[in-house]
Structure formats: C-alpha cells, structure tokens
C-alpha cells in the first residue's frame, strides 16, 4: 500500500560479502547476492558485512574530544543512534527541536567529510509512549542498488526516503495499520534490506488471526511499499525487542537470523518468511544482534535462561546448518550467568568478543566456548563493539572510548579518552573512508588521520548460496499479503511460487484461488472487494501447497458500528482480544476487559490512514473497582481524547511529552455506571489542527458548547480513527462507535 501522509518537513544489503584478511583474519558474513557498492561504505548500522567489523586499514589509534584525531564535531545531531555512511553522505536519525513544542523526530543527511547538513526529513512522534530521550533508538539503513534510505522511527512511522534528496518515497504508519506498539520502553527495530524486500518487525496487535499480540515481521517491496510477507513469532511474548536480523548462507540457502521477542533466536528464510530452526535461549525477548560466521551462530542474553529460570544471562554458540527445533544439546557451548543482552559481538581470529550489559568485556574462544580473560571497560553498554584494522572501537555508554589491540592473553588499550561528565552513548561507532563516527547525547563525532587516504584489505571470495536447481514448487506466497481497499477496488494479485530452499521459481497461474469474507478474484488473479465493512482472506492453493492474503475492505466515511453481530468488526486493528462483546441493558456493545495481561491499557484504530477533518463519536459506561475508575477515549487524527478517572478530560498526542510537545487538561466530573456520549472533533485549517472535545449523558440534549478545546500548530495533519482504553483498574463498555467527515 502507497500511503502518501503529510508530515513535516541490517541495509542489509545484499551488501558486499567479503572477510577481514588482516593481521587477525574476521570472517565476513556471506551474502546471497552481493551488489555493486562501496566497500568502504558503512550502509548498515553493524557494517556492510552486518557483522561490525571493517576491512580498512590505517585507522587511528587514539582520539580525543580536544582535538587529536578529531575531524569534526557536531552538537547540533547528537544522538542516540548508530550513523550509516554511503556514497559520502552520513545518515543519522535525532530529536529534532528538543524541549520545544515542536519536539519531533528526524532523520539528517551530512556530508561525511564535514559534517554539513545537506537534507532533513522531520516528522512528528505521536499516539506513543515512549520518551522522548529514545527517539533515534533505531537506526536508518541504506540501499546502495536502489538509492533508498529506510528508517523506522520511535513512534512506528516506517518511510523509505530518497537519499539525495530526503523526499519521501513510500510509507506506512505501522501502529495505525498493523497495531505495532511504541512501548514506554522505546525498543524499536532495525529495518534491513534483502535484494527487493525491506523487512522490519515489532509486537503486533492486528486483526483476525494476527489480533493476539506477537512480535512479526513484515516484508515490503522496498520500491513501491507493498506487503509481500508476514511472519509471526510466538503469541504473548514478554518484550518488545531490537536484535537486529543478519543475513548468511546456511546449508547452502539464503537465511535470516536474528533474536525474538519470545526469547528464542530464529532463521527464516528472507524471500518468504519460512522459519528453517529455533533455538529457544530465554523466556524473555532476545535484544542481542547475533553475529554468524560459516554457519556458526554466536549470540547472548541478559534474561533467565529457557532451561533454568534462576539464572540470568548466557551466551552461546551453535551449529547453524540445521533445520528445525535446536534443544540445548545442539549448542556447540553456553556460558551461563554472562549478561550480554544488549551490544552485538564481534569474531577477530580465533576469538569472540562480547561485552556484557555492566560494561565488562568477555573474550572466549570460538571454539571452545572457553574463557580467554575479562576486561571491565565502564558501568554500562548498551552500544556494540566495532573491529577495523586489527583493532577494537568501543564506547561505553558513560563516555569511556577506547581502542583495543588483541593479544595473546587478552587485549592492550592503545587509546582511552573520556568524554564530558554526563555525554552518554547508545550507539556504536561506525567506520568509513578512514573516518570512524562515533555518536552520543550530546554530539556526533567524525575521527580520523588527516591526509591520509584510506585503504581497504582485498576481501577473500564469500560462501555463496546454492544455484537454484530444485525448480519444483514446495511454498507459494499471495501478494500484497495484507492491504486496505475500498468497496469494489480492484486490485492485481501476485502468486509466486518458491522452492523447499526459499528460492523464487516463477509466477503461478494456474492456482486454485478462493475467497472467504466477501469479493471475488478473477481467473486474471484479480482480487474485487466487497461491498461495505469486510475483512477478508485469500487463499491460493496449488495441489497440497497453499498460501493467504488478506484485506480490508473499508468505505468512505460516514462508519457506524452499533455491534448488533455480537462481534467485534473484522477490520479494527488492535481490537479484538483486547475488547469482547457484552449484553448492554439489553442490547449490544464491546467491553473493554482487564484480564488480559499487558494489554489493559490499548490503542485500536479503524481503517484509513489518510483521512483528517472528521468527527468520532461513541458510548460509554465505566465499572468502578475499589474506588478505582478507568480511562476510555477516542483517537482523532493522531491525538486522543482521554476521559480519566482522575476526573479529568484531556486532549494529547505524544503521550509521553505532554508537558512539551502538545496536550490540554480541564478538570471534569462524571461517575461509574453511567452512560455518556464522547465526540471528539479535528479541524485541520492554515496549517494548524484544532481539536475539540465534549462528553455529556446519554440521552440527555447535546451540549452547544465544547467541553476542552486546544490548537495544534505543529499538526497531525492526518489519521485513522480509533479508540483509546485502560482498564487496569476497572473494565468499560462501548456501544454506538460513529465516524463522519466534518
């Protein structure tokens, strides 16, 4: 789906695949297909190889803030994000107006030699509750083939952006349209790039089959935005997460590797989503970004332990030329109580590097799983470890940098320097043209020797995938694999069929094709929707294989949903699981329930992304428990209308910068067991979005006046409609939900 939002304003690339040739050998990670790139260039927040290590050479051995080495310093894109370097340009997501009312995120393009700003894209951060000290959590990733800039940002907003010109190409509001949560917490994945797909995950809440919460992968057409594949991983995880998948060749066939929000490391398959093995590490979500080297995976946690709850933290190694369920038997070695949940490691030689979340780094032998030694670098590490030049790049989250040279025993520090008293790091260094950069909250900066021109080590010839001989078809994927559409639409159905190995095959035209909740598809393979509210599901099938697409079929406004199904509708994103329907004095509505564990308190939105100057309506009725009332609104445009039992009526959009950002309370009383009316009004005009308010008892005359009123002048200029609950303390009921245009 093309959505085309007004805002303001790893890549994975199938990258280069090589290996480090230097004094200590660092195996590259093997790519499927390698494209035509800069091998100097820094695409991907862990490298061109996704693995954090470099091949230049001749790069510094010490810096300092006060000059030595420094190339340049910019305060003005500090940030809490990696940088990536392609064609010359640095790219960097950062708070863009920091502590002013037009706080929002965004991401910058600078000229890699000076740091001058040459593009910005800036966007607002809305309907999330993380803070807005995580903006810039993920990083943006590059797309050498296709001249693209991917960037998800803090507030689930995923865009792909020109990166000459930061014009905004595609995008989609991933809460909005597929209910992926922006959690106080921050944790927000990294897009990556595979030959003509750009896959990003998350929690999800969505709709039909996918409205029970788990962390998914979505697959785009990284040109025009449509949806090729979705995965689900187990329902219910405990976290959100942000390991980073990487791409290698195992058992000869393109895999994707990365941690879950489940606690378990997956490889799946990039062209079609297939998981080809799970080892389940942790009952808590996986953060770590694994690395992989001729098939061995190496990878940590910080959270307990799948085979023994008591123990926090492991980390691993395995064999991943496999299929299916790997049990603790299968690890190759695990070394327990190493709480390395954050920073990714890195492979020099015959040696392992992690860097637990205290800051203490943990060498061990790849092939042993036998402890080299320890070194403590700081208090605490949330960046990873950089390798280039036979040499260790880190900074700790405090400000310690350093640079260390492997040895015998362990490593020597060739240089530390310190930054200033409170300049925190969250990201890692990357390095570029003998440039390394290196961001913090307060700076980005740009190291390096001056004059001297850098140079790269020949890179050994990579693992690659099998030729793809088996043309026999063992999956089939149905293209987009979700979508919006109106009433009547007609949209052109893609069916594709892969071998057992995830390689594509050819189109398949001969699939028998039904339809299930309305519409038809022609012998053409084109899908027509149905008539009125719908969802939808398309099931191609050819012989025992068989594969679905999904669709919603929304009309144009004016909606009304009075519930007399006794469902709740189809379409509705992050509702169903959450709400339930209920007899209301007689009749029909929703409740919004409190048993259902972190999901108490939830956003669901209703259809359009692009719709704006509209008005949302609905009924209410709260329960009351143990003097305890509940909130329950409504979503207009991006911006929520909150009724809260602290007997306040507030308008907002990012939940977590009230106090800045936008957001008016008034005091209003009102009490349990009691129906009233809510409407809740966006006006967009000259540049601005006017947001109105009112709420008064059912069956009693509308009032004329507006109960809160506040203007935006950094507006929301768009947004679906929705509805906003927390029922933690005590469950509400929902009935008569209508939406018209002003």
């Given at each position: 789906?093309?959505?085309k939002?007004?805002?303001?304003g790893?890549?994975?690339?199938?990258?280069?695949?090589?290996?480090?040739?230097?004094?200590?050998?660092?195996?590259?990670?093997p790519?499927?297909?390698?494209?035509?790139?800069?091998?100097?260039?820094?695409?991907?927040?862990?490298?061109?190889?996704?693995?954090?290590v470099?091949?230049?050479?001749?790069?510094?051995?010490?810096?300092?803030?006060?000059?030595?080495?420094?190339?340049?310093?910019?305060h003005?894109?500090?940030?809490?994000?990696?940088?990536?370097?392609?064609?010359?340009?640095?790219?960097?997501v950062?708070?863009?107006?920091p502590?002013?009312?037009?706080?929002?995120?965004?991401?910058?393009?600078?000229?890699?030699?000076?740091?001058?700003?040459?593009?910005?894209?800036?966007?607002?951060?809305?309907?999330?509750?993380?803070?807005?000290?995580?903006?810039?959590?993920?990083?943006?990733v590059?797309?050498?083939?296709?001249g693209?800039?991917?960037?998800?940002?803090?507030?689930?907003?995923?865009?792909?952006?020109?990166?000459?010109?930061?014009?905004?190409?595609?995008?989609?509001?991933?809460s909005?349209?597929?209910?992926?949560?922006?959690?106080?917490?921050?944790?927000?994945?990294?897009?990556?790039?595979?030959?003509?797909?750009?896959?990003?995950?998350?929690?999800?809440?969505?709709?039909g089959?996918?409205?029970?919460?788990?962390?998914?992968?979505?697959?785009?057409?990284?040109?025009?935005?449509?949806?090729?594949?979705?995965?689900?991983?187990?329902?219910?995880?405990?976290?959100?997460?942000?390991?980073?998948?990487?791409?290698?060749?195992?058992?000869?066939?393109a895999?994707?590797?990365?941690?879950?929000?489940?606690?378990?490391?997956?490889?799946?398959?990039?062209?079609?989503?297939?998981?080809?093995?799970?080892?389940?590490?942790?009952t808590r979500?996986?953060?770590?970004?694994?690395?992989?080297?001729?098939?061995?995976?190496?990878?940590?946690?910080?959270?307990?332990?799948?085979?023994?709850?008591?123990?926090?933290?492991?980390?691993?190694?395995?064999?991943?030329?496999?299929?299916?369920?790997?049990?603790?038997?299968?690890?190759?070695?695990?070394?327990?109580?190493?709480?390395?949940?954050?920073?990714?490691?890195?492979?020099?030689?015959?040696?392992?590097?992690?860097?637990?979340?205290?800051?203490?780094?943990?060498?061990?032998?790849?092939?042993?799983?036998?402890?080299?030694?320890?070194?403590?670098?700081?208090?605490?590490?949330?960046?990873?470890?950089?390798a280039?030049?036979?040499?260790?790049?880190?900074?700790?989250n405090?400000?310690?940098?350093?640079?260390?040279?492997?040895?015998?025993?362990?490593?020597?520090?060739?240089?530390?320097?310190?930054?200033?008293?409170?300049?925190?790091?969250?990201?890692?260094?990357?390095?570029?043209?003998?440039?390394?950069?290196?961001?913090?909250?307060?700076?980005?900066?740009?190291?390096?020797?001056?004059?001297?021109?850098?140079?790269?080590?020949?890179?050994?010839?990579?693992?690659?995938?099998?030729?793809?001989?088996d043309?026999?078809?063992?999956?089939?994927?149905?293209?987009?694999?979700?979508?919006?559409?109106?009433?009547?639409?007609?949209?052109?159905?893609?069916?594709?069929?892969?071998?057992?190995?995830?390689?594509?095959?050819?189109?398949?035209?001969?699939?028998?094709?039904?339809?299930?909740?309305?519409?038809?598809?022609?012998?053409?393979?084109?899908?027509?929707?149905?008539?009125?509210v719908?969802?939808?599901?398309?099931?191609a099938?050819?012989?025992?294989?068989a594969?679905?697409?999904?669709?919603?079929?929304?009309?144009?406004?004016?909606w009304?949903f009075?519930?007399?199904?006794?469902?709740?509708?189809?379409?509705?994103?992050?509702?169903?699981?959450?709400?339930?329907?209920?007899?209301?004095?007689?009749?029909?509505?929703?409740?919004?329930?409190?048993?259902?564990?972190k999901?108490?308190?939830?956003?669901?939105?209703?259809?359009?992304?692009?719709?704006?100057?509209?008005?949302?309506?609905?009924?209410?009725?709260?329960?009351e428990?143990?003097?305890?009332?509940?909130?329950?609104?409504?979503?207009?445009?991006?911006?929520?209308?909150?009724?809260?039992?602290?007997?306040?009526?507030?308008?907002?959009?990012?939940?977590?910068?009230?106090?800045?950002?936008?957001?008016?309370?008034?005091?209003?009383?009102?009490?349990?067991?009691?129906?009233?009316?809510?409407?809740?009004?966006?006006?967009?005009?000259?540049?601005?979005?006017?947001?109105?308010?009112?709420?008064?008892?059912?069956?009693?005359?509308?009032?004329?006046?507006?109960?809160?009123?506040?203007?935006?002048?950094?507006?929301?200029?768009?947004?679906?409609?929705?509805?906003?609950?927390?029922?933690?303390?005590?469950?509400?009921?929902?009935?008569?939900?209508?939406?018209?245009?002003?």
């Amino acid at each position: 789906m093309n959505l085309k939002h007004l805002f303001r304003g790893t890549v994975t690339i199938p990258a280069q695949t090589f290996l480090l040739c230097l004094g200590l050998a660092v195996t590259g990670m093997p790519l499927p297909q390698a494209i035509s790139a800069d091998p100097m260039d820094w695409p991907h927040w862990r490298g061109p190889q996704m693995n954090g290590v470099s091949l230049e050479t001749n790069l510094p051995d010490k810096w300092s803030p006060k000059g030595e080495n420094l190339l340049w310093r910019k305060h003005e894109y500090a940030t809490r994000s990696t940088p990536i370097v392609m064609d010359g340009r640095v790219y960097v997501v950062c708070r863009a107006f920091p502590e002013t009312t037009q706080e929002g995120e965004k991401t910058v393009c600078l000229d890699a030699a000076t740091g001058d700003l040459i593009w910005e894209s800036v966007h607002n951060v809305f309907l999330s509750d993380a803070p807005a000290e995580r903006v810039g959590w993920s990083s943006a990733v590059g797309d050498p083939s296709g001249g693209h800039i991917y960037v998800l940002g803090l507030g689930c907003h995923f865009q792909c952006l020109d990166a000459k010109t930061g014009k905004t190409v595609w995008e989609h509001s991933m809460s909005e349209e597929y209910g992926m949560l922006s959690t106080y917490g921050g944790r927000t994945n990294f897009p990556v790039v595979f030959e003509d797909l750009v896959i990003i995950s998350g929690v999800m809440t969505g709709w039909g089959e996918t409205a029970v919460p788990a962390h998914r992968f979505v697959a785009f057409d990284k040109k025009t935005g449509e949806a090729v594949w979705l995965k689900s991983t187990k329902v219910r995880p405990e976290d959100t997460t942000y390991s980073t998948p990487v791409f290698t060749v195992l058992n000869g066939q393109a895999a994707m590797v990365v941690g879950a929000g489940d606690g378990a490391v997956y490889a799946i398959q990039p062209r079609t989503g297939k998981t080809i093995w799970k080892y389940q590490a942790s009952t808590r979500g996986i953060n770590t970004t694994p690395l992989v080297e001729n098939g061995i995976v190496y990878g940590g946690h910080s959270e307990q332990n799948q085979t023994d709850t008591t123990i926090l933290g492991a980390v691993f190694a395995f064999n991943g030329n496999t299929e299916g369920e790997l049990s603790e038997g299968d690890l190759l070695w695990k070394i327990p109580r190493r709480t390395v949940g954050r920073s990714a490691p890195i492979k020099m030689g015959d040696r392992v590097y992690f860097v637990e979340d205290g800051a203490t780094l943990v060498i061990v032998d790849a092939k042993t799983g036998q402890l080299v030694s320890t070194k403590k670098l700081g208090r605490i590490m949330f960046g990873s470890l950089v390798a280039g030049d036979g040499k260790i790049y880190v900074a700790e989250n405090t400000g310690r940098c350093y640079v260390l040279k492997p040895t015998e025993k362990g490593v020597d520090v060739l240089g530390e320097t310190r930054l200033a008293q409170g300049e925190e790091v969250f990201g890692s260094p990357a390095i570029s043209h003998g440039r390394i950069y290196i961001p913090s909250i307060e700076a980005l900066y740009c190291i390096g020797k001056k004059d001297v021109k850098p140079e790269i080590a020949k890179a050994p010839e990579a693992v690659k995938e099998s030729k793809n001989a088996d043309k026999s078809i063992a999956q089939l994927l149905v293209t987009p694999v979700e979508m919006m559409v109106k009433p009547g639409q007609k949209v052109k159905l893609s069916v594709r069929g892969y071998n057992k190995a995830g390689q594509y095959v050819g189109p398949v035209t001969n699939a028998e094709i039904t339809v299930q909740g309305g519409g038809m598809v022609g012998k053409d393979q084109t899908f027509t929707a149905p008539s009125g509210v719908a969802g939808v599901v398309i099931t191609a099938k050819l012989g025992e294989t068989a594969a679905t697409a999904r669709a919603r079929s929304i009309p144009a406004l004016p909606w009304k949903f009075d519930f007399s199904d006794d469902k709740v509708p189809p379409v509705w994103i992050g509702a169903d699981y959450r709400h339930k329907p209920a007899p209301l004095d007689g009749k029909k509505g929703l409740v919004k329930v409190s048993t259902i564990p972190k999901g108490t308190r939830s956003q669901a939105w209703m259809g359009w992304t692009d719709l704006h100057d509209y008005t949302i309506q609905a009924d209410f009725m709260a329960t009351e428990k143990g003097g305890r009332l509940p909130d329950m609104g409504l979503i207009n445009q991006r911006y929520t209308l909150d009724l809260q039992g602290a007997q306040k009526l507030e308008i907002r959009s990012w939940t977590s910068r009230l106090e800045l950002r936008f957001a008016k309370k008034v005091d209003f009383s009102w009490k349990a067991g009691i129906w009233y009316t809510m409407k809740f009004q966006g006006d967009t005009k000259d540049g601005k979005a006017t947001l109105r308010g009112k709420v008064w008892e059912r069956g009693t005359a509308e009032p004329a006046e507006w109960n809160i009123e506040a203007t935006d002048a950094t507006p929301n200029v768009n947004g679906s409609p929705g509805l906003f609950g927390n029922a933690s303390d005590a469950e509400f009921y929902l009935d008569n939900v209508q939406v018209t245009a002003n």
